[in-house]
């Protein structure tokens, strides 16, 4: 049976302690979440038996069409927000023929990944944290171990190929959909001709910038994943536990998405 370690650190009497406290905790967490990881890429292997295969297809539909909805409406609005903001400032230098650059570098190189991991993060990071909690609170998880089933093989790791495969691909179709809509707004709004838009569109944009982007994507899946998972097998106190895990995967999901966003453009892009 899975039961929770126990907390070998004293409460700390004072701030530098307390500081201390979460920091060695949150470290430790750290090194689980990466232990989890590592099994899981490891168990990548049985990916191709057939109930494996299915438990991953389904976990591509619900990560990738499910999601669908949502990143369509936001990439939508925030290729025309984009455009709109640059092209209002451009057309004071009277170059507004450039928004299509101006869009499509920033949804490829750094927006595209960002809202899109966001967006991931928020609905299907958050579902797989609230169901693996359930599960660990109504010892569905603990029952798994009991018949000698592997619960990182079989939660983990559809989980962890779903989202690495589809994140990319929803980024590219993320950026299409931006691009689109900041098409929009430079024809109707700035003057723009869809002709121009898409020929300063295309040509500015390198493929160190679409490969940033997609490696950008590939990092924000297997963080969400590493992240939701290792906050639902840490759920403990019951519904209460579960809404707890949610939130906090909501929000290192969050936070992971912005660093390691800066870490990759600081790193190709000095």
Do not use: W
């Amino acid at each position: 049976m899975i039961t929770r370690e126990p907390d070998y650190f004293e409460p700390p009497l004072n701030p530098f302690g307390q500081f201390g406290r979460k920091f060695l905790l949150a470290c430790r967490g750290a090194g689980r979440s990466l232990i989890m990881l590592g099994e899981a890429a490891l168990q990548c292997r049985h990916m191709f038996s057939r109930r494996n295969r299915h438990e991953v297809v389904f976990q591509m539909f619900v990560t990738g069409i499910k999601s669908l909805g949502v990143i369509t409406v936001v990439a939508l609005f925030t290729g025309m927000i984009l455009a709109l903001q640059t092209g209002l400032e451009l057309r004071r230098f009277g170059r507004e023929v450039n928004i299509g650059t101006a869009v499509t570098v920033s949804l490829v190189r750094e927006m595209g990944p960002f809202m899109t991991g966001l967006i991931i993060a928020a609905s299907v990071g958050s579902a797989i944290a609230a169901q693996l909690g359930t599960m660990v609170v109504s010892e569905e998880i603990a029952a798994l171990e009991v018949m000698s089933i592997n619960p990182v093989r079989m939660l983990v790791m559809p989980r962890l190929v779903a989202l690495t495969v589809m994140m990319p691909i929803l980024t590219v179709y993320t950026n299409l959909i931006g691009m689109v809509g900041g098409s929009i707004v430079g024809y109707t709004q700035l003057g723009v001709s869809f002709q121009a838009y898409y020929d300063n569109a295309v040509y500015y944009v390198t493929n160190r910038d679409l490969y940033v982007g997609l490696l950008k994507a590939v990092i924000n899946g297997v963080s969400i994943c590493t992240v939701a998972c290792h906050q639902g097998f840490s759920t403990s106190e019951g519904a209460v536990g579960v809404g707890q895990a949610t939130r906090r995967t909501v929000i290192i999901s969050f936070l992971t998405v912005l660093v390691f966003g800066y870490i990759v453009s600081r790193f190709f892009y000095r």
